[in-house]
């Protein structure tokens, strides 16, 4: 996978997941009050885009293992799995996007409902509390199933490049063996249909009358 394909890939898992860790710092903050917090109000949005979030993240999980599998199916064989990227590298990454987006749908949403966001500090502690964790298992699930994927698609390939490939058919070989006696064959018949039209010698008729 090119660099600029991860980055992507970092960046959507780090966008979904952020809704799953907005999610839980609400419910870590709230408790019971937390769904009827998310639900009224400037957060009106918020189930129907976690809904979403999570439906997404349903949907690439079952399209990364039906990858594998038809890998596996078309190689017959189990697939080698790629190096995996740094955890502690990919956790980074994934806290840093989630956090950032947790502030800013925050701050958002005390503007669209007219109050004052909390504090920076508030925002920090709370969006720790609700991103880490779901970064955590982000991190831990992604680099296990891009290292995976990336096997799987690298077999696929293989599997159909072999298919495509078109084994040429024998040249046909003369058998030099039988050359020799149809040659002979043919010039025997071939002299002995000369002799038949030229008749007798002119000795044989002089001597006849």
Same mark, same amino acid.
């Given at each position: 996978?090119?660099?600029?394909?991860?980055?992507?890939?970092?960046?959507?898992?780090?966008?979904?997941?952020?809704?799953?860790?907005?999610?839980? *710092?609400?419910?870590?903050?709230?408790? *019971?009050?937390?769904?009827? +917090?998310?639900?009224?109000?400037?957060?009106?949005?918020?189930? #129907?885009?976690?809904?979403?979030?999570?439906?997404?993240?349903?949907? *690439?999980?079952?399209?990364?293992?039906?990858?594998?599998?038809? *890998?596996?199916?078309?190689?017959?064989?189990?697939?080698?799995?790629?190096?995996?990227?740094?955890?502690?590298?990919?956790?980074?990454?994934?806290?840093?996007?989630?956090?950032?987006?947790?502030?800013?749908?925050? +701050?958002?949403?005390?503007?669209?409902?007219?109050?004052?966001?909390?504090?920076?500090?508030?925002?920090?502690?709370?969006?720790?509390?609700?991103?880490?964790?779901?970064?955590?298992?982000?991190?831990?699930?992604?680099?296990?199933?891009?290292?995976?994927?990336?096997?799987?698609?690298?077999?696929?390939?293989?599997?159909?490049?072999?298919?495509? +490939?078109?084994?040429?058919?024998?040249?046909?070989?003369?058998?030099?063996?039988?050359?020799?006696?149809?040659?002979? #064959?043919?010039?025997?018949?071939?002299?002995?249909?000369?002799?038949?039209?030229?008749?007798?010698?002119?000795?044989?008729? +002089?001597?006849?009358?």
């Amino acid at each position: 996978m090119s660099g600029r394909r991860k980055a992507l890939a970092i960046v959507g898992l780090g966008v979904l997941g952020s809704q799953a860790g907005h999610l839980l *710092a609400y419910q870590l903050r709230f408790g *019971a009050a937390a769904q009827q +917090v998310q639900s009224a109000g400037a957060h009106s949005y918020f189930p #129907l885009l976690a809904k979403t979030a999570l439906g997404t993240v349903a949907v *690439a999980l079952l399209g990364a293992l039906l990858v594998v599998g038809l *890998a596996r199916i078309l190689g017959g064989r189990r697939i080698e799995t790629a190096s995996r990227p740094s955890y502690i590298g990919l956790l980074a990454r994934l806290f840093t996007i989630q956090l950032a987006l947790f502030g800013i749908q925050e +701050v958002v949403e005390a503007m669209v409902a007219g109050v004052t966001a909390g504090s920076a500090a508030d925002l920090l502690l709370w969006g720790t509390l609700g991103q880490l964790p779901i970064a955590a298992i982000a991190a831990l699930a992604g680099g296990w199933l891009s290292a995976r994927v990336e096997s799987a698609v690298g077999a696929i390939r293989e599997a159909i490049g072999a298919a495509a +490939v078109v084994t040429p058919l024998p040249a046909p070989v003369a058998n030099l063996a039988n050359a020799a006696p149809d040659r002979a #064959l043919l010039m025997s018949c071939v002299a002995g249909s000369s002799l038949a039209k030229r008749g007798p010698p002119s000795s044989i008729r +002089v001597t006849a009358n």
